[in-house]
């Protein structure tokens, strides 16, 4: 997959809960996407003293021989770039990256998964949702947030499958707690095959682990900061054990930001374990 | 329009925008953005004898018109970068200015002499701004006497078709006393200026923002000092060229750096917020010559500093 840098004409700005969904006319980026792809935007216009992109995983496209060719993406307002990016409206370009990164992979056949989505996490499980029952497989989500207003995507979900449980910390929607107090349930309940996540590390990290004590396999998309978004700053390593046992920092924007839960070292992650392939190399220094 | 050709000691290039050594891993990703063929030359990130890891995360943090990096050269090691890397650039046929890293003058000898004979290698970048394992982890290019050895010691093993350039760091009280210390061991040219070393606290952790605790700054920030780096170094040996770099963002940027004595650039953290911010710059460079009326870069390099002569004795 090969990425373009364009100005993309911001189509419509549709606010959901606390966040705000882009829809940008991009057809090169539309024509190629997949679930799991993200785009890096920047940010603050041209003199911005913000000098790098902010990524954002992509909620949706419509391919170019359907419409304009866009994609949409959602924007949580945290600090001064997604500001910034808040305050744009339609007819404003916004200059984009992308598609970045690894999509998803689903089975070519029918399969019985159950979709995780952590905050605004969910954004890229939407249109995983829509491949796979493309597929003839059965799709339930499990989505939640720290309150109602930072779920995302719960009405789309909800017109997609049959079944979607939510939960939130304060209890002012859905179940009160978190994802995982639900997930084994909904595992066992749909007898899934696979678990699909995205959200912040730790909800990612105890998502692998409850797919491995159900041992089946769960592909989480990580979101880890990046400078560049295309593989050449090395900021968004994480330590991940290859199929042949050795463990490198990989890139989660090229080598991601899909991962095998199983393969991610979650408790090393912001350490530097010793025996990570070229540790040793580091001393000194 | 101008004439863009340049020359780095015995080197040629078409151009004089080149990529930035650790800001365009070795080309490859770029390519998808732009031809790194028609580049200057591609300057690939600092390669080490072994496989590194570099530094846990968080690696990264975002400053005003900059950004703080501690990523602690992570690399394939020297065996790798040749089978893979180079092979690559050489099919591309894109020129490498390979920067080369160590903890140990050995381990630069060892990578001079691995990338003699290549025919993708232009030159050498030298870079030491790493820690002398020999001298309780102080940091090469702080010291005149082990910038002095290390530079000497490349050039002798070093083919003596590729020209050897030193990076100089600039967190030093006096750097001409160190680029005269590399100028006499045998430096062909002067890569200016590496990263500034900065801390940014976290004030939600309430904890240093990098895993390393302290990184380089790089980006627009720091481009007054590298400008001022490059006239200093220039005026002190106007013989000898300089690749400059810190926070080129336009083509009028890298105009600065050439008006003050560089004779090439390379753009470096521009490229993590504008891919394609390399072919970019050398366009708007272009068209910056040609609108000053100035027929080539060569013309260009120094300029500045005969105006401020000029300007002085009139």
Same mark, same amino acid.
């Given at each position: 997959?090969?990425?373009?840098?364009?100005?993309?004409?911001?189509?419509?700005?549709?606010?959901?809960?606390?966040?705000?969904?882009?829809?940008?006319?991009?057809?090169?980026?539309?024509?190629?996407?997949?679930?799991?792809?993200?785009?890096?935007?920047?940010?603050?216009?041209?003199?911005?003293?913000?000098?790098?992109?902010?990524?954002?995983?992509?909620?949706?496209?419509?391919?170019?021989?359907?419409?304009?060719?866009?994609?949409?993406?959602?924007?949580?307002?945290?600090?001064?770039?997604?500001?910034?990016?808040?305050?744009?409206?339609?007819?404003?370009?916004?200059?984009?990256?992308?598609?970045?990164?690894?999509?998803?992979?689903?089975?070519?056949?029918?399969?019985?998964?159950?979709?995780?989505?952590?905050?605004?996490?969910?954004?890229?499980?939407?249109?995983?949702?829509?491949?796979?029952?493309?597929?003839?497989?059965?799709?339930?989500?499990?989505?939640?947030?720290?309150?109602?207003?930072?779920?995302?995507?719960?009405? *789309?979900?909800?017109?997609?499958?049959?079944?979607?449980?939510?939960?939130?910390?304060?209890?002012?929607?859905?179940?009160?707690?978190?994802?995982?107090?639900?997930?084994?349930?909904?595992?066992?309940?749909?007898?899934?095959?696979?678990?699909?996540?995205?959200?912040?590390?730790?909800?990612?990290?105890?998502?692998?682990?409850?797919?491995?004590?159900?041992?089946?396999?769960?592909?989480?998309?990580?979101?880890?900061?990046?400078?560049?978004?295309?593989?050449?700053?090395?900021?968004?390593?994480?330590?991940?054990?290859? *199929?042949?046992?050795?463990?490198?920092?990989?890139?989660?924007?090229?080598?991601?930001?899909?991962?095998?839960?199983?393969?991610?070292?979650?408790?090393?992650?912001?350490?530097?374990?010793?025996?990570?392939?070229?540790?040793?190399?580091?001393?000194?220094? | 329009?101008?004439?863009?050709?340049?020359? @780095?000691?015995?080197?040629?290039?078409?151009?004089?925008?080149?990529?930035?050594?650790?800001?365009?891993?070795?080309?490859?990703?770029?390519?998808?953005?732009?031809?790194?063929?028609?580049?200057?030359?591609?300057?690939?990130?600092?390669?080490?004898?072994?496989?590194? /890891?570099?530094?846990?995360?968080?690696?990264?943090?975002?400053? %005003?018109?900059?950004?703080?990096?501690?990523?602690? @050269?992570?690399?394939?090691?020297?065996?790798?970068?040749?089978?893979?890397?180079?092979?690559?650039?050489?099919?591309?046929?894109?020129?490498?200015?390979?920067?080369?890293?160590?903890?140990?003058?050995?381990?630069?000898?060892?990578?001079?002499?691995?990338?003699?004979?290549?025919?993708?290698?232009?030159?050498?970048?030298?870079?030491?701004?790493?820690?002398?394992?020999?001298?309780?982890?102080?940091?090469?290019?702080?010291?005149?006497?082990?910038? /002095?050895?290390?530079?000497?010691?490349?050039?002798?093993?070093?083919?003596?078709?590729?020209?050897?350039?030193?990076?100089?760091?600039?967190?030093?009280?006096?750097?001409?006393?160190?680029?005269?210390?590399?100028?006499?061991?045998?430096?062909?040219?002067?890569?200016?200026?590496?990263?500034?070393?900065?801390?940014?606290?976290?004030?939600?952790?309430?904890?240093?923002?990098?895993?390393?605790?302290?990184?380089?700054?790089?980006?627009?920030?720091?481009?007054?000092?590298?400008?001022?780096?490059?006239?200093?170094?220039?005026?002190?040996? %106007?013989?000898?060229?300089?690749?400059?770099?810190?926070?080129?963002?336009?083509?009028?940027?890298?105009?600065?750096?050439? @008006?003050?004595?560089?004779?090439?650039? /390379?753009?470096?953290?521009?490229?993590?917020?504008? %891919?394609?911010?390399?072919?970019?710059?050398?366009?708007?460079?272009?068209?910056?010559?040609?609108?000053?009326?100035?027929?080539?870069?060569?013309?260009?390099?120094?300029?500045?500093?005969?105006?401020?002569?000029?300007?002085? /004795?009139?």
């Amino acid at each position: 997959m090969t990425a373009v840098q364009l100005q993309a004409e911001i189509l419509s700005v549709q606010r959901v809960g606390e966040y705000l969904q882009f829809t940008v006319v991009a057809p090169e980026i539309a024509d190629g996407f997949q679930p799991g792809h993200f785009v890096a935007v920047a940010v603050g216009g041209a003199q911005s003293s913000m000098i790098l992109r902010r990524a954002f995983a992509l909620s949706g496209a419509t391919p170019s021989d359907r419409f304009a060719g866009t994609v949409q993406f959602v924007v949580a307002a945290h600090g001064p770039g997604t500001q910034w990016l808040v305050g744009r409206t339609a007819g404003e370009l916004l200059d984009i990256v992308g598609p970045l990164g690894n999509p998803f992979p689903t089975p070519s056949g029918a399969t019985r998964a159950v979709l995780v989505g952590g905050g605004y996490g969910s954004a890229p499980l939407l249109p995983l949702a829509q491949v796979l029952l493309d597929n003839g497989s059965e799709v339930e989500f499990v989505l939640g947030a720290a309150t109602a207003a930072r779920l995302f995507g719960e009405l *789309a979900a909800k017109r997609m499958v049959g079944r979607v449980t939510v939960t939130t910390d304060d209890g002012s929607a859905g179940e009160k707690g978190l994802v995982t107090d639900v997930l084994p349930e909904a595992i066992e309940r749909s007898s899934a095959e696979i678990v699909y996540a995205c959200g912040p590390m730790a909800m990612l990290q105890a998502v692998g682990d409850i797919a491995g004590k159900h041992a089946i396999r769960a592909q989480v998309a990580v979101e880890e900061s990046m400078a560049c978004g295309i593989g050449v700053c090395m900021t968004c390593v994480l330590p991940v054990r290859a *199929a042949d046992g050795t463990s490198r920092f990989v890139r989660s924007c090229v080598d991601g930001p899909v991962f095998d839960a199983l393969n991610v070292r979650w408790r090393d992650v912001g350490r530097l374990p010793g025996d990570l392939l070229g540790a040793d190399a580091m001393g000194g220094h | 329009m101008a004439t863009m050709s340049t020359r @780095l000691a015995t080197v040629t290039l078409p151009n004089p925008v080149l990529t930035a050594s650790g800001c365009a891993a070795a080309g490859r990703e770029l390519h998808q953005f732009f031809d790194v063929s028609q580049l200057g030359a591609v300057v690939t990130k600092s390669i080490m004898p072994r496989a590194r /890891s570099g530094r846990a995360t968080p690696r990264m943090a975002e400053t %005003p018109s900059g950004m703080l990096n501690s990523i602690g @050269l992570q690399g394939p090691g020297i065996e790798s970068f040749i089978a893979n890397d180079l092979a690559w650039l050489a099919e591309q046929g894109a020129r490498a200015v390979v920067s080369i890293a160590g903890t140990h003058t050995d381990d630069y000898v060892l990578l001079a002499r691995k990338l003699a004979g290549h025919p993708a290698v232009a030159m050498l970048e030298v870079n030491i701004s790493c820690p002398n394992v020999e001298s309780r982890g102080q940091v090469f290019a702080c010291d005149a006497i082990a910038s /002095s050895r290390v530079i000497g010691a490349v050039r002798r093993a070093a083919d003596p078709a590729q020209p050897v350039f030193a990076k100089l760091s600039p967190d030093v009280t006096d750097i001409v006393h160190i680029a005269r210390a590399c100028a006499d061991a045998g430096a062909d040219g002067f890569s200016l200026i590496n990263t500034l070393l900065g801390i940014v606290i976290d004030t939600d952790t309430l904890a240093p923002a990098l895993g390393g605790v302290s990184g380089g700054l790089s980006g627009p920030a720091i481009r007054p000092v590298a400008v001022r780096c490059v006239w200093q170094v220039h005026q002190a040996f %106007p013989h000898l060229p300089i690749l400059g770099m810190g926070g080129i963002r336009t083509g009028l940027d890298a105009l600065q750096f050439i @008006l003050a004595g560089a004779s090439a650039v /390379s753009v470096g953290t521009a490229v993590f917020g504008d %891919p394609s911010a390399p072919v970019r710059v050398l366009a708007e460079l272009e068209a910056a010559l040609d609108e000053r009326g100035l027929a080539s870069v060569r013309d260009a390099v120094g300029l500045a500093q005969r105006n401020q002569r000029a300007r002085v /004795s009139a």
